[in-house]
Structure formats: C-alpha cells, structure tokens
C-alpha cells in the first residue's frame, strides 16, 4: 500500500467545513487508489491566504519532512489547484517540481480534471487552472479592498 501525505486549506476562518469536506474528498481518493494517508497538513492558524501559504510554518515543516527523504511517502494529496494555494503559476509549479525532485513526493489533484502526468496537453491545463486560481484571489482582493473603502465612506 502506497503512502500519501494530504494537505488542506482555507482561506478563512468562516469557512467551517471546508477542511473536513476536503478531508473527506482526499481520503476518498486514496483508498480508490489503494494509498493510505499517512500525515495531514493545514495552515497553523486553520486557514491560510493561498497567496503566502509558502510562509506557513504547518506549509515549510511539510516541505523539511519531505527533504528528509525518510518518509515512505510517493504523494502529496490536495483538494484541487486552489488549495494548494493561489501563488503565481510559475511558483506552484516550482513547488511542484520541488517535492517531486527532492523528495520523489508526487503531488495529486484529487477534484481536478488533470493528471498531473508532465504530458504537454496536461501540462497546459495545469497552468492553465493555476493562472486561474492565483488570478481569482487577486480579483477578489481588489473587490473586497473596494468594498472596505465604500464601507468606511
């Protein structure tokens, strides 16, 4: 039986199911592939901002247990693109790249229609869906800041 970490996020602390409904949906996956989850990660404070959650420290203990290279593990389990974070495209896949090169942790998209297989057409669709996610977290940003300034008027 192939070991796999899972990693969880949400963006806020009103968002009450949204750790366990990925839970659900991640330990789902795995036992369809005959994987155990073996380690849980989620930001320290229960949620994270997808554009730092490199700077969580829950996010940086998982990336110094994968260089150690003594944990067992063939993948990384996450929800779907956004939950992995909202970085820019070319830092997600950076992050990517890392755990597959340095630790031969492959990370796993359980909800998204990828595999995640380094083929061109799949590669594409990655990106694609990363620019997505990081470009959906910068709009909200912006309405959200506009809101507050109409709010404080």
Not at 62 to 89: I, K
Not at 112 to 130: A, C, E, I, Q, Y
């Amino acid at each position: 039986m192939e070991k796999a970490w899972a990693f969880y996020r949400r963006s806020t602390d009103k968002q009450e199911l949204s750790i366990s409904d990925q839970r659900t949906e991640c330990q789902a996956y795995a036992a369809r592939m005959g994987w155990v989850i073996v380690r849980e990660f989620e930001p320290v404070k229960g949620w994270g901002s997808g554009l730092t959650i490199d700077q969580d420290p829950s996010f940086e203990q998982m990336v110094r247990e994968a260089e150690t290279g003594a944990h067992g593990v063939r993948y990384l389990l996450v929800y779907d693109v956004s939950c992995f974070g909202r970085l820019q495209p070319e830092d997600k896949i950076y992050w990517e790249r890392y755990f597959k090169k340095r630790s031969g942790i492959q990370i796993i998209y359980a909800k998204d229609d990828f595999k995640n297989d380094g083929s061109t057409l799949d590669t594409l669709s990655k990106v694609l869906k990363h620019g997505e996610a990081h470009q959906f977290s910068m709009k909200l940003s912006e309405t959200t800041l506009r809101g507050a300034k109409s709010h404080a008027a």
